[in-house]
């Protein structure tokens, strides 16, 4: 027979050397920030039931678990508090206590890996009695008034040695009321990467269990976005790159990639992509039963969200995938 078929792109993929010459995208290590958690104590590790291989870690544990994660090529890590119960009020104000667990962790941190980028969490979930990432009035989320708490973390934070900070709480106006209370204590240049489309979802939930967060009422839906929107997300991100935002981060990764690639085009800002606790507790689930190869799962999962156009990943898969590289 004598069919000409001139354009075969089956000889792209011929073998791993032409293939890698045609590869599109890739991931490094470099690309990667890895979230971790915090407890209080000493000598503790304890695995978050439901996300296998991660753990809360007293700070000696952590800096020792550091020292791997920075061997390894990990040159971010973004830090998360699990404070117990009597820690907590209706106005977070542990999150900007001096002496407390989180921010003296930070200067640890810093002080034993000044190369290492350090990221925050700033939002009042892990200090609220409420469980809400603002302040609740009569089961309200008061936006403003929320904000003038947002920003003493954030100065608090940035004064024990962050070198991001992650605004996850979705209030109107608050990078660039962060923005500027940083830059009234001289912070100008620590950076913001904000949590700028952030869906009310359910793939939260186990990140919820390993801080003992989850909202005491209700839901987050006032202030986290309807996973049904896309157009707003324009919206949210151009209000924080007008407010200074230096990263602009979409959340979760997995069910949202439309998002991430929507972001990438319309903003010159890198575009972060957060891969939340559910995306990593779905595939290690389904890797501890058998029932598909983890590994190639995870850089599957990897290399589509840098695909749709995330420069940054958050996500718990870091060290893993780090270990696989090296
Ligand atoms: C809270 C916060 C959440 C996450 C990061 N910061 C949870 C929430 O909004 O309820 C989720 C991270 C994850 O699921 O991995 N401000």
Same mark, same amino acid.
């Not at 296998?52 to 971010?76: A, F, N, Q």
């Not at 240049?189 to 209700?218: C, E, N, T, W």
């Not at 602009?248 to 606790?277: C, E, G």
């Given at each position: 027979?004598?069919?000409?078929?001139?354009?075969?792109?089956?000889?792209?993929?011929?073998?791993?050397?032409?293939?890698?010459?045609?590869?599109?995208?890739?991931?490094?290590?470099?690309?990667?920030?890895?979230?971790?958690f915090?407890v209080?104590?000493?000598?503790v590790r304890s695995e978050v039931?439901?996300?296998?291989?991660?753990y809360r870690h007293s700070?000696?544990?952590?800096?020792?678990?550091?020292?791997?994660?920075?061997?390894?090529?990990?040159?971010?890590?973004?830090?998360?508090?699990?404070?117990?119960?009597?820690?907590?009020?209706?106005?977070?104000?542990?999150?900007?206590?001096?002496?407390?667990?989180?921010?003296?962790?930070?200067?640890?941190?810093?002080?034993?890996?000044?190369?290492?980028?350090?990221?925050?969490?700033?939002?009042?979930?892990?200090?609220?009695?409420?469980?809400?990432?603002?302040?609740?009035?009569?089961?309200?989320?008061?936006?403003?008034?929320?904000?003038?708490?947002?920003?003493?973390?954030?100065?608090?934070? #940035?004064? /024990?040695?962050?070198?991001? *900070?992650?605004?996850?709480?979705? %209030?109107?106006?608050?990078?660039?009321? $962060? =923005?500027? @209370?940083?830059?009234?204590?001289?912070?100008?240049?620590?950076?913001?990467?904000?949590?700028?489309?952030?869906?009310?979802?359910?793939?939260?939930?186990?990140?919820?269990?390993?801080?003992?967060?989850?909202?005491?009422?209700?839901?987050?839906?006032?202030?986290?976005?309807?996973?049904?929107?896309?157009?707003?997300?324009?919206?949210?991100?151009?209000?924080?790159?007008?407010?200074?935002?230096?990263?602009?981060?979409?959340?979760?990764?997995?069910?949202?990639?439309?998002?991430?690639?929507?972001?990438?085009?319309?903003?010159?800002?890198?575009?972060?992509?957060?891969?939340?606790?559910?995306?990593?507790?779905?595939?290690? #689930?389904? /890797?501890?039963?058998?029932? *598909?190869?983890?590994?190639?799962? %995870?850089?599957?999962?990897?290399?589509? $969200? =840098?695909? @749709?156009?995330?420069?940054?990943?958050?996500?718990?898969?870091?060290?893993?995938?780090?270990?696989?590289?090296?």
């Amino acid at each position: 027979m004598s069919y000409s078929i001139p354009r075969r792109p089956r000889r792209n993929r011929q073998s791993a050397a032409i293939r890698a010459l045609a590869q599109e995208t890739t991931l490094s290590v470099n690309d990667l920030i890895y979230p971790m958690f915090i407890v209080e104590g000493s000598g503790v590790r304890s695995e978050v039931k439901s996300m296998p291989g991660i753990y809360r870690h007293s700070l000696d544990t952590l800096l020792e678990e550091l020292k791997e994660v920075t061997d390894l090529g990990i040159k971010c890590i973004d830090l998360f508090p699990n404070y117990s119960e009597d820690k907590k009020d209706k106005y977070a104000t542990e999150s900007y206590r001096e002496g407390t667990l989180y921010l003296d962790a930070l200067k640890a941190i810093k002080d034993k890996f000044p190369e290492l980028a350090l990221m925050t969490d700033v939002a009042m979930d892990p200090y609220s009695s409420d469980g809400h990432d603002g302040l609740v009035e009569n089961g309200k989320i008061l936006n403003d008034e929320t904000l003038d708490i947002l920003a003493k973390m954030a100065v608090a934070q #940035a004064r /024990a040695g962050a070198d991001i *900070l992650g605004p996850s709480d979705m %209030m109107d106006g608050r990078v660039g009321f $962060i =923005r500027e @209370a940083l830059d009234a204590e001289g912070f100008t240049d620590v950076s913001i990467m904000s949590y700028s489309v952030k869906y009310a979802s359910a793939f939260y939930g186990p990140f919820r269990d390993a801080l003992d967060s989850a909202p005491r009422f209700g839901d987050k839906k006032t202030y986290q976005m309807n996973p049904a929107n896309v157009r707003e997300a324009l919206i949210e991100a151009e209000l924080d790159y007008q407010e200074g935002a230096d990263f602009l981060m979409v959340k979760p990764a997995l069910a949202y990639l439309d998002v991430i690639k929507t972001l990438n085009q319309n903003f010159d800002l890198p575009i972060a992509a957060y891969n939340v606790s559910g995306e990593y507790a779905m595939i290690k #689930a389904a /890797a501890q039963n058998g029932w *598909l190869d983890g590994d190639r799962a %995870m850089l599957e999962t990897l290399m589509s $969200i =840098r695909r @749709a156009g995330a420069k940054v990943i958050l996500t718990y898969f870091a060290k893993e995938f780090a270990l696989l590289q090296a």
